[in-house]
């Protein structure tokens, strides 16, 4: 008798979830609304500087470098993210948590793995471009050719969409149930995979398989080319010179370290429980602010910027 109780019990617990409940921060009352105004006009400011860039690049004649063009293509990237996260999470600020079907999660989590990937592969692209720039400014214009940065932009898009695809499919095989609340800001993969009650060995060898050339092979092409920028810099015989050389990829660097810093800070470390507070805080650093001080940073470091505006 008491085991079939006990049947009857695990069955309901089991009851499949079409939806959860996003608890964001659980913070007192005034400290959310304050939070809210904070990140109502960091959107506000991001949408507003990327499209500054995508504009500038576009119509401005000294702008149509591939160096402009990757800047705009990351400002895009910049828009999708913040707009798939931020509006959410305004939202959930002003109702203590929110509800979100399991549909709408896995979208956000497809918008959010995509445009993080892009970000990834168009700072490393970046990077290249910073390298050839510097180390072979003899051969600039011939390797960086309009049907070159086209193509580059073209896998850099199928890279990012395809990442996103792929979370999208191997996410929507799961299924849920038991618990339905997700201890975060946003529908991230990781929450969703400790609330599954299916086997999640496809999802979890995803993460480490996609890792290689969304995250740690963008990293080592990135750390490679600097390290030969460095090299080439130091070979320059004046301080004026090397100075000069090296404010046209301060800018990038500055980005780069600030993107990867956070995210490698989010998902690198060991530690069970990814949406602990500190951890919350660090994906707004990367999906919400760092779109933000992108426009800000090639804009106060950037004389052509300047000049377009």
């Not at 470098?65 to 939202?91: A, C, E, G, K, R």
């Not at 959010?112 to 970046?126: A, G, R, W």
């Not at 993969?189 to 969304?214: K, N, W």
Request: glycine share 4%; hydrophobic share 45%; proline share 4%.
């Amino acid at each position: 008798m008491n085991a079939t109780i006990k049947e009857i019990s695990d069955e309901k617990n089991r009851t499949e979830v079409n939806g959860f409940f996003l608890l964001g921060f659980q913070i007192v009352h005034h400290l959310r609304i304050s939070l809210f105004c904070l990140l109502l006009v960091v959107y506000w400011g991001t949408i507003c500087g990327n499209l500054l860039i995508i504009t500038l690049v576009s119509t401005s004649k000294i702008l149509h470098t591939p160096m402009y063009f990757f800047i705009s293509q990351l400002s895009i990237s910049d828009i999708l993210v913040t707009t798939d996260i931020v509006p959410n999470l305004l939202h959930i600020l002003l109702n203590n948590g929110a509800a979100i079907t399991l549909f709408g999660c896995i979208t956000q989590l497809y918008f959010y793995s995509s445009s993080e990937s892009l970000e990834c592969v168009f700072l490393t692209v970046m990077s290249y471009d910073r390298y050839v720039a510097i180390c072979n400014p003899l051969r600039y214009t011939s390797i960086m050719t309009r049907v070159h940065c086209v193509i580059l932009t073209i896998i850099c898009w199928l890279l990012g969409l395809s990442t996103g695809l792929m979370h999208f499919i191997t996410t929507v095989k799961l299924k849920f149930c038991g618990s339905y609340v997700i201890d975060h800001v946003f529908c991230d993969l990781i929450p969703l995979i400790e609330l599954s009650c299916s086997d999640t060995f496809i999802s979890q060898l995803e993460i480490y398989v996609l890792g290689i050339p969304i995250l740690l092979t963008p990293t080592t092409i990135i750390v490679v080319s600097y390290t030969s920028i460095v090299r080439a810099v130091l070979r320059i015989p004046s301080s004026t010179g090397r100075q000069k050389v090296f404010s046209t990829c301060s800018s990038h660097l500055i980005v780069v370290s600030i993107f990867y810093g956070t995210i490698f800070s989010v998902y690198i470390p060991p530690i069970k429980g990814q949406t602990s507070t500190m951890n919350k805080i660090l994906s707004l650093l990367y999906t919400v602010f760092t779109p933000f001080v992108n426009p800000i940073i090639y804009s106060l470091r950037n004389k052509d910027i300047k000049k377009a505006i």
